[in-house]
């Protein structure tokens, strides 16, 4: 397994993976994740022979992105690194490649010099797994959000870095 920078060849099989967990991610096309691919402080995969298994997608502050979780953190925080999306294969899962691009993150805010990172999960629909996931990684409830008349309702979390 090589953890690596994601390049323009990986947006399909990127894409791929969004569209299987869809019911827990905002729903992407190619044009779309181009675009975020392009605004992104980080967007890394995780590469086993060939093949894209796992990938996260992170943004600085001061970004031009529309998203309303990534505008909550905008609005409260001067400086931080924001995980819009982070996805493992379903048949990868439970191998630590979760773990792996968070502390690769962890690390590239410490560098950078940002003392936080931000991050979201649902609530309604609820994600137990996430929930165990961030809590275990010392991700702290900061607030809640819902979305329009959707029904669904995010935790926004932080970690110190």
Known sequence: MDLRDASEQDLKAILSLNRAWEHYLSPLDLRRLARLHEQADQHRVVDSDGE??????????????DSANYRWFADRYERFLYIDRVVVSGRQQGQGLGRTLYEDLFS??????????????????????????HEHLGFEEVGTQHYGNTGKQVSLRIRQI
């Open 52 to 65: 894209v298994v796992a990938f996260l997608l992170a943004f600085r502050e001061g970004c031009d992105y």
């Open 108 to 133: 590239r805010a410490r560098v950078a010099g940002i003392d936080r990172v931000c991050c979201e999960f649902d609530l309604s629909p609820p994600n137990p797994a996430s929930q165990v996931f």
